[in-house]
């Protein structure tokens, strides 16, 4: 038997999107104000690789369900079960030995992070299980999708032993910097398919979307990131506030990505291909992670003003 297709299935491709556990690692230790220790970074690593495995069942469930739908996409089409490259039967073996596997690991880690694995897969069955299936629903197929993204940092900041969950504002910065990203890939995937009827019956969800709809939400996903993040900033380390600059740019260079034609944002496994998109995250993400380590008391003192300190006039 040929075992490309069924790992093709598995998109590990994809698991570079569990990046998005390692800030949850970083965050927890620097709520927890102790230097890391090698079994923190053991169960970081071990909680990538969990994740990873969980994420993989979700595509093979993804794949499945989606195959139908599938074939009225011009890439997509290609996919292994589309194609019929891939047997179903196997495929639902492997989607069973991938979801028991990931699972079990998450609970044998820390009970924590195997609710926290629970809800990614139980996410991977709501958002592609009939009738339910939250990715054929206007605005709750982003919604849904994008939640994938604190459930993710909480893994990681579960990961490390962490007992207590993470910061509301900061599950909801994340959140809702997810839900933009979402909302830009359907937004390049719908003027890519540039067929209103096309795209309806490709995703159910485009029967109601158009470029404003989607154009409105990405404005309403990035305020609610930048509110929400703000609050965090201000609240626990306000010297993160020097990194939103970088993260605006980015932000807005990938929302630039997302107009172009074939736009590489439909595609989240292939934009380590942008270059300029590549260094603009990962300079954003070396000044993150600098500044949440840093305490700078004269900055925080001159941007809040002296009348934040009791002074007067």
Known sequence: MNLRPYISVARPDHWFKNVFVLPGVLLAVFFRADPASPATWLGAGAGLLIACLIASANYVFNEILDAPTDRHHPVK?????PSGQARLSVCWGLWVALSVTGLALAWLLN???????????????????PPIRLKDMPYADVLSESLNNPIRLAMGWFSTGVLIPPPLSLALTYWMFGAFLMAAKRFAEYRNLADPQRAARYRRSFGYYTEERLIVSMFFYATLFALHGGFFISRYHFELILAT?????????YLHLSYKPNSPVQYPERLYRERKLVWLVLLASLICGTLLFTDLPAFRQIFHGAFMHGAHP
């Open 111 to 129: 009970p924590l992070f195997g609710l926290a694995g629970a809800a990614l897969w139980v996410m991977g069955i709501l958002y592609n299980l």
């Open 77 to 81: 089409r290609r996919r292994p079960i």
């Open 245 to 253: 600059p970088p993260l605006a740019y980015a932000l807005a260079y």
